[in-house]
């Protein structure tokens, strides 16, 4: 599988960013996958990197690949640090629920580094590992930012007007993390709920370049059914989910 493109806006990515060369990494995932050569599936990572931070969060997405021969369902086990209090959402995958999240929420006493995790799928004796990394920054985040809480607000207030069925936004369980440590001028924030994820990118700026954008995905499915653009005026509008500001991951 190839590798995922990444949408790279010069004016979203800090100087500081950019001469680290973390924005030119991609994060995308190579061809990783079966360490069995004669298995009848594989496991892709939608990207194989993260970073985080001390009391932060993360989020992985892991697709089945299933050759033709492939029937039934895929055991998922995982190895990680204590530290990173990581966790699979689903732990069994099929042709029908090829998806898998692998949630991280780190200690805020973890030390900065990279840590190794290793997501292993089975099914009788045919055996799949998958490796991943994850990045722990120094960087300190006192609680969600009133931008991000106010544009979360904004864009779900928005959504239900939109779509009726989107309306449970309102009612949902949110836990939040910065997407992107070290990342200033965007601040960019994932919001989970049991049943979404939403991303929300913020230009903390005044008007007329305070602008805000939206990406919300169905927890269990790898594609967003929404992306949005608030204009400083307070319109919102829809727009192509390539437009939305990802940095490898």
């Known amino acids: 599988m190839g590798c995922r493109s990444a949408v790279i806006q010069n004016i979203l990515a800090p100087r500081a960013l950019r001469s680290i060369g973390l924005v030119a990494l991609a994060g995308c995932a190579g061809p990783t996958g079966p360490d069995d050569t004669e298995a009848s599936f594989a496991l892709t990572a939608v990207y194989d990197s993260i970073r985080s931070y001390p009391g932060g969060g993360g989020i992985f997405l892991v697709r089945l690949d299933p050759e033709d021969a492939f029937a039934g369902e895929v ?10 209090r990581a966790e699979v959402a689903r732990d069994t995958l099929s042709d029908g629920h090829p998806t898998a999240e692998l949630i991280v929420r780190p200690e805020a006493t973890i030390s900065s580094g990279h840590f190794k995790v290793t997501l292993t799928g089975t099914q009788g004796e045919q055996r799949v590992k998958l490796p991943l990394d994850v990045e722990i920054v120094d960087w300190l985040v006192e609680g969600l930012s ?8 904004r864009f779900v207030s928005w959504l239900a007007d939109q779509d009726p069925a989107l309306a449970a936004l309102g009612s949902q369980q949110w836990w939040g993390f910065q997407t992107y440590p070290e990342m200033l001028v965007v601040e960019h924030w994932t919001f989970l709920s049991p049943e979404w994820e939403m991303r929300i990118c913020v230009h903390v700026m005044i008007p007329p370049h305070d602008w805000s954008m939206v990406r919300l995905r169905r927890r269990g499915e790898s594609e967003p059914v929404l992306t949005a653009r608030r204009e ?10 390539g437009e939305y500001p990802t940095f490898g991951y």
Do not use: F, W
């Open 75 to 84: 055991v998922l086990s995982l190895a990680a640090p204590d530290r990173l």
């Open 146 to 153: 009133e931008h991000a809480t106010l544009e979360k607000n």
């Open 232 to 241: 400083t005026d307070g319109t919102i509008h829809p727009i192509p989910a």
